[in-house]
């Protein structure tokens, strides 16, 4: 994916919803949009700058007109207004300050496929690493999304990282890179 557009969500500060509550609905409705077929990506500037993922979610897309389309569904949500304040689409500029990655932190689950079970030695290795990223992933802002496949619930940990301009992939469910398919955002500085 190579972004060529984008539009800013900031999250309202009233009202009695804390703003991880709020982050929380607005990557849930993100994954519905993306699950019905936009391709988008998603940044959060000012994450650690305010706790969690901070107040700002910048949404990236490869076409306006498809962007633009995926910005009405989200406008469409009922209560959306109550969330957030919706920023005009921009194109993304000639110059950016540099490109980074938000990506999914995975932290291996605790069950083995019936395939890897009755193998000491990867038990143990994946143990070793479960233990290893759960460390980690303490330092990391998270979300609670449910999926839309699955119904399951579950924490997504989210890790901001500088990339080449050069590293293309496509985003996930989330809007967001992989290990395996990043996805270079530009860094724009906020006016």
Not at 37 to 53: I, Q, S
Request: aromatic fraction near 8%.
């Amino acid at each position: 994916m190579i972004p060529t557009c984008y539009f800013d969500m900031r999250l309202r500060r009233d009202g009695n919803m804390p703003l991880p509550e709020k982050t929380e609905r607005i990557m849930g409705y993100l994954h519905e949009v993306i699950a019905g077929g936009h391709r988008l990506a998603v940044a959060f500037p000012r994450m650690l700058v305010l706790p969690g993922l901070g107040d700002l979610v910048r949404v990236f897309g490869e076409e306006g007109e498809r962007l633009g389309e995926a910005m009405d569904a989200l406008m469409d949500r009922e209560g959306i207004d109550d969330l957030v304040a919706f920023r005009r689409m921009k194109p993304i500029p000639e110059a950016p300050a540099g490109y980074e990655c938000y990506r999914r932190f995975r932290i291996p689950g605790k069950r083995l496929s019936a395939k890897r079970r009755g193998n000491p030695e990867y038990e143990e290795k994946q143990a070793t690493l479960r233990r290893k990223r759960l460390a980690q992933s303490q330092a990391l802002p998270f979300v609670r999304v449910r999926s839309r496949s699955t119904g399951r619930t579950f924490w997504l940990h989210i890790e901001r990282c500088v990339v080449d301009c050069v590293e293309q992939g496509g985003p996930d469910a989330y809007g967001l890179s992989r290990r395996s398919s990043i996805v270079a955002l530009p860094i724009i500085l906020e006016e």
